[in-house]
C-alpha cells in the first residue's frame, strides 16, 4: 500500500463512510440527565467544556459570546476527530482539505458578514492602515484584501498540511521499526522510542491545531465586532 492510501476516503459497497467518521465522535459524548449527582465522565465533561469556553470568549467582547455556542461545538468537535484519528485503523476527516476548507469558509465569511453589518466603516477602515503614504495606497488595499481572502485558505491548509504531516511520520517511523527488527534489533528499539514520542507529539498537535483554527477564528470575530 501507498503511505497516502490512509488518507483516502473510506468505503463500503461504494458508500462513503467520511459521514459515519464524522458523527461517530458524537456518540463518545455523555447524555446529559436530570439527576443531581452524575457521573466522573459527565462531570469531567461539563469541567472541560466550561474551561473551553472560558478561553475561547476571554479575548471577546460581550457582543462576541453569543457565538459562544458555535465555537466550543467546533472546538469539541475538531479535539475528538483529531484525537480519535490517531487510534489504528480509523480516518481522520480533518486531513481532507474539502473537509477543513468547508469549516473554515462558511464560519470565516459570517465573522466578515457580520463586521461588514455592524460596523461596515471600521471593517473596510483594516484595509487601509492609518497615515499610509498617498503612493503606497492602492498597493496597500491590494495587499490587504489579499490577505484577508487568504485567510480561510490559511485556516483550512494549517489543520490539514499539520495533521496530515504527523500522520505520514508515524507511518514511515512505524514502517521503519517493522523493517529493522529482524536484521537491527537495537535500532529498531530506538525507532520504537521515537515513533512512541512522535505519537505523544501527535496528541498534542491534534490538540493544538483544533484550539488554534478556533482561536483564530475567534479573533477575526473579534475584529469585527
Known amino acids: 500500500l501507498s503511505f497516502f492510501d490512509q488518507f483516502s476516503s473510506p468505503s463500503l459497497l461504494g458508500i462513503p463512510l467520511v459521514l459515519i467518521s464524522m458523527t461517530f465522535p458524537a456518540l463518545l459524548l455523555p447524555s446529559q440527565d436530570n439527576r443531581w449527582v452524575t457521573s466522573r465522565l459527565s462531570t469531567l465533561q461539563l469541567w472541560a467544556v466550561n474551561q473551553i469556553t472560558k478561553q475561547l470568549m476571554m479575548p471577546l467582547d460581550k457582543k462576541g459570546h453569543k457565538w459562544a455556542l458555535i465555537l466550543t461545538s467546533l472546538m469539541v468537535f475538531l479535539l475528538l476527530i483529531n484525537l480519535l484519528g490517531l487510534l489504528p485503523y480509523t480516518f481522520t476527516p480533518t486531513t481532507q482539505l ?25 471593517t473596510l477602515g483594516h484595509l487601509l492602515p492609518e497615515g499610509t503614504p498617498t503612493l503606497l495606497i492602492p498597493a496597500l488595499i491590494l495587499i490587504e484584501t489579499t490577505s484577508l481572502l487568504i485567510r480561510p485558505i490559511a485556516l483550512g491548509v494549517r489543520l490539514a498540511a499539520n495533521l496530515t504531516a504527523g500522520h505520514l511520520l508515524i507511518q514511515l517511523v512505524s514502517t521503519a521499526t517493522i523493517s529493522l527488527m529482524t536484521t537491527m534489533p537495537v535500532v529498531s528499539l530506538l525507532t520504537f522510542l521515537i515513533l512512541l514520542l512522535l505519537t505523544i507529539l501527535e496528541v498534542a498537535v491534534a490538540m493544538i491545531q483544533a484550539y488554534v483554527f478556533v482561536l483564530l477564528l475567534s479573533l477575526y470575530l473579534q475584529e469585527n465586532i
Open 98 to 122: 474539502s473537509m477543513s476548507l468547508a469549516l473554515a469558509f462558511p464560519l470565516w465569511l459570517a465573522t466578515l458578514l457580520t463586521g461588514l453589518r455592524n460596523q461596515p466603516s471600521t
